[in-house]
């Protein structure tokens, strides 16, 4: 077990949460305050837990850490496998960080406290989950139960059109989901046929190259489902309904922590899998990532509503996540992962900082506002840092991701870098035209008088966001130094099994019809 630790870290900080719901489950539900401060000590002792993932991550190798592996399904090969490299690290950090602020910034919940909290802390450890399991099996399961948390926060506590955005929400990530499974079982029956092995094992079925008459089906549905996710262009639709009516917190873990799933998978699962059928989908991706910077900005541009103009900032600052990725060089892969962690502390603090205001004037709506920085200094400068972190200012966080995507985009594909740097232009334009109408000018609207600054708690978590925002900005190195040798490893598998040409079928095969194949399949015997 790498990693210098003797007992199982990622499992106690996978369920930890778990304990928990436990106690809430014996609190009654009336007792409000004491539900909020369980579920908030419970997150602050996760985000703790998590903590030595960061100290005693070993420097300088691309191999997973703190791995656990136990037997879990034996008659499928299904393992209870946990491991985290230089890829899922920081998103791991990522959950229990937000997490813990979300539930801060959930005091003004007041309807049905107690299960609000405990879907929040059920989603948090499918979440982990998620950015831990490196069982095929494990991975589906987690990927699957987020799901209900995320849909009863949507349906129960979000907005007036809350149960239209859940119901969209499940259904488009559901419609992705079962394609991938279909493409998992083919993978592990593929493995199978080829070892003799029944296993789930993501490590081994990476090991066990697919046929190409076959890859590039699998490649795309794969994709579909963590397009979806993210969300690219043309499949975001589901997107801003769902961080509209979300409640706060809920829009929150959704930018923040839901989406990378999406560009997760992509990098963990689609493009390692099906290196050569990556690189032959890679200008399709391309296409789709710039349309997804461009179309999300220029959206984002014409909204009314604070909180959907954030929304669609999610679609152009991930397609720029994709763009690194597929890109394929060194820097624009760190880049597109580091933006990832750079867009959920920018965007989560946005989403929050718009949450603070609706609490005071209960509308979102642009006009509504109008000169409150003399009313609200201390939220008007936070509100600014945020924006400036999410433009990419240098010194802030948002830039270092940024500049390494473009710079490293523009070494293989000089003109989709030059698309993809619009990004910086466009989100200065919707975000400083968004702080100009909110907080400056002459206040019109006699109800913005009144407004109270931001309390006690809320100054916290603004100052909890804006410390990695300088840290990362100032100081990206130590964060920079766990993500590369993964991502070397990772544009090594895409690239160098593809260059290869590492195929297990024959000529001949390669050149079969997809249904031809499938018959040829039939016929081969399977090894016992």
């Known amino acids: 077990m790498m990693g210098g630790v003797a007992y199982p870290m990622l499992t106690v900080v996978t369920f930890f949460p778990l304990i928990g719901v436990l106690v809430l489950l014996f609190i009654d539900k009336e007792s409000k305050n004491l539900i909020r401060w369980v579920a908030f000590i419970t997150t602050v002792i996760e985000f703790i837990l998590s903590m030595p993932l960061y100290f005693r991550f070993h420097l300088g190798t691309y191999h997973y850490q703190f791995v656990e592996r136990i037997p879990w399904i034996k008659i499928l090969g ?111 029956y593929h493995h199978y046929k080829v070892t003799g092995e029944l296993s789930f094992s993501l490590i081994k079925l990476l090991a066990t190259p697919v046929p190409a008459v076959v890859a590039p089906w699998l490649f795309l549905a794969f994709a579909l489902a963590f397009a979806i996710k993210v969300p690219m262009f043309p499949f975001h639709t589901w997107l801003p309904d769902a961080h509209v009516e979300a409640p706060t917190a809920g829009s929150v873990i959704l930018a923040g922590v839901l989406l990378k799933m999406g560009t997760y998978g992509f990098i963990r699962f689609c493009m390692p899998f099906f290196p050569h059928a990556s690189l032959r989908f890679t200008g399709l991706f391309l296409v789709l990532a710039v349309i997804s910077i461009i179309y999300g900005a220029l959206v984002a541009l014409v909204q009314d509503d604070m909180k959907k103009l954030v929304a669609y900032t999610s679609v152009s600052h991930l397609g720029l996540v994709m763009l690194g990725m597929f890109a394929l ?87 989709f870098g030059a698309l993809g740097a619009t990004t910086s232009v466009l989100s200065a334009c919707y975000m400083l035209w968004l702080v100009k109408r909110v907080f400056y000018h002459e206040i019109t609207v006699t109800e913005n008088l009144s407004l109270k600054d931001l309390g006690f708690r809320e100054v916290v978590i603004c100052l909890m966001f804006s410390i990695p925002m300088f840290w990362i900005g100032i100081y990206p190195k130590p964060v920079l130094k766990r993500m590369e040798p993964s991502v070397a490893h990772f544009i090594a598998q895409v690239k160098g099994e593809a260059a290869m040409a590492i195929e297990h079928s024959p000529q001949a095969k390669e050149k079969m019809s997809l249904a031809a194949y499938l018959v040829e399949e039939r016929k081969v015997e399977v090894r016992p």
């Open 329 to 415: 060089t060194l820097q624009s892969v760190t880049g597109g992962l580091l933006q990832m962690v750079n867009h959920g502390i920018s965007t989560g603090a946005l989403f929050l900082l718009v949450g603070m205001a609706y609490d005071r004037r209960h509308t979102r709506l642009i006009k509504d506002y109008g000169g409150i920085a003399r009313v609200m200094p201390i939220y008007s400068a936070f509100f600014l840092i945020a924006t400036l972190s999410s433009i990419g200012l240098p010194g802030l966080n948002g830039f270092v991701g940024e500049f390494l995507a473009l710079v490293g985009t523009f070494k293989s594909h000089p003109v």
């Open 78 to 188: 299904a393992s209870y496998h946990l491991g985290v490299d230089g890829i899922s690290l920081f998103l791991v950090l990522l959950t229990t960080f937000l997490t813990m602020l979300s539930i801060l910034a959930s005091w003004s919940i007041e309807k049905h406290v107690k299960e609000y909290m405990i879907s929040f802390l059920l989603l948090e450890t499918t979440m982990i989950g998620v950015f831990c399991a490196l069982d095929m099996l494990l991975f589906y399961l987690f990927w699957e139960a987020m799901l209900v948390p995320m849909y009863l926060l949507i349906g129960v506590w979000g907005g007036p059109r809350r149960v239209y955005a859940a119901i969209k929400f499940f259904l488009y990530t559901m419609a992705g989901s079962v394609l991938m499974l279909v493409s998992i079982i083919f993978l592990y």
